[in-house]
């Protein structure tokens, strides 16, 4: 399967300041930019400022960004699944995870997150892929937004929307584990059916253990 990637890119106002949300960004444009003290969620922020440089050079990966001046203060990631997880088990080429979303917090409730999704649908080539997310609430930021899960898991759901993801069901152990947790996809309008039902059967891989 050919990856094309159409670079596009807007503009946000906020009251902090003006942002400009792009991509599919390449590998050495990424690498040109500061990245923001306070993307800590998944790791230290230059550790992760390379794990994004690494995905962005995939064949398969999307990095789309937000950015204030030269610096970026969020960021949505797309690529292939773990291949330790479920969902690369079907070796679809026409499946891909949006694996992260971090704003930092001087940004959030700003629409910042709902920005870099509909940025990243803006390129037609969505329409070619299943896009799934895997929602657990341990990686939360419960502790500085002061929200319950509930109410997080409410806030990650509108802002997955915007991006055209909606909930599906699934027997999938760690996603069941808690109800919170959730499964979200979009299936492009040119996914073929044989696509459609490979996703159905990763989606319930225990139902004939009973």
């Not at 596009?8 to 930019?33: C, D, H, M, R, V």
């Not at 960004?65 to 080429?93: C, N």
């Not at 759901?157 to 499964?183: F, Q, R």
């Amino acid at each position: 399967m050919e990856h094309k990637k159409t670079y596009n890119a807007k503009q946000l106002k906020t009251p902090k300041g003006t942002l400009i949300i792009e991509g599919p960004i390449s590998s050495e444009k990424l690498a040109s930019y500061e990245f923001h003290h306070d993307l800590t969620a998944f790791r230290q922020p230059h550790q992760q400022h390379q794990a994004l440089i690494e995905i962005a050079g995939l064949p398969e990966g999307r990095i789309i960004i937000a950015r204030h001046g030269h610096t970026i203060v969020g960021y949505v990631t797309f690529l292939y699944p773990d291949p330790l997880e479920r969902w690369s088990q079907g070796k679809m080429e026409n499946l891909i995870e949006l694996g992260a979303i971090e704003v930092i917090p001087d940004f959030r409730g700003c629409g910042v997150g709902k920005n870099l999704l509909k940025v990243a649908m803006m390129d037609d080539a969505m329409e070619d892929y299943i896009i799934i997310t895997t929602e657990y609430y341990w990686h939360w930021d419960l502790k500085r937004t002061g929200l319950n899960v509930w109410e997080y898991r409410k806030v990650m759901e509108k802002m997955m929307n915007a991006g055209g993801l909606v909930w599906y069901a699934t027997d999938d152990p760690e996603i069941c584990s808690h109800p919170a947790n959730c499964l979200m996809a979009r299936i492009g309008k040119r996914v073929d059916q044989q696509s459609i039902q490979k996703f159905d059967q990763l989606r319930f891989m225990n139902r004939f253990m009973y």
